[in-house]
Nanobody, 128 residues
Framework: QVQLVETGGGSVQPGGSLRLSCTIF????????IGWFRQAPGKEREGVAA????????FYADSLKGRFNISQDDAKSTVYLQMNRLKPEDTDMYYC?????????????????????WGQGIQVTVYS
């Protein structure tokens, strides 16, 4: 059983930065891939970034490359999503999720199929 807890959301002005954290409890094979997703009400879920935790391989949604960075701290069992130069359209609920392997989706970020474990989500608001 894997549990994921997201922290670090909040409100920021355009151009600002936020760092989201996903702390993993019960880490093992089932959490070899940690992905970040976002979704607003009435919109499709979007794969933002993912990391293959044993190998450190990362990939991102094509539209977010250069602004977002995913990383891990094995000692803290935590995966981070550093978000820079934030825009109002980045306003969403952000979720981290875990599964046993990573698969890139057609837009470059993680495909959300087969992610078994999900965090509760955390709000990010970019306001003018």
């Amino acid at each position: 059983q894997v549990q994921l807890v997201e922290t670090g959301g909040g409100s920021v002005q355009p151009g600002g930065s936020l760092r989201l954290s996903c702390t993993i409890f019960g880490h093992g094979y089932s959490s070899n891939c940690i992905g970040w997703f976002r979704q607003a009400p009435g919109k499709e879920r979007e794969g933002v970034a993912a990391i293959d935790t044993p190998r450190g391989i990362t990939f991102y949604a094509d539209s977010l490359k250069g602004r977002f960075n995913i990383s891990q701290d094995d000692a803290k069992s935590t995966v981070y999503l550093q978000m820079n130069r934030l825009k109002p359209e980045d306003t969403d609920m952000y979720y981290c999720a875990a599964k046993s392997y990573c698969k890139r989706g057609p837009q470059g970020g993680p495909a959300d199929a087969d992610f078994v474990y999900w965090g509760q989500g955390i709000q990010v608001t970019v306001y003018s």
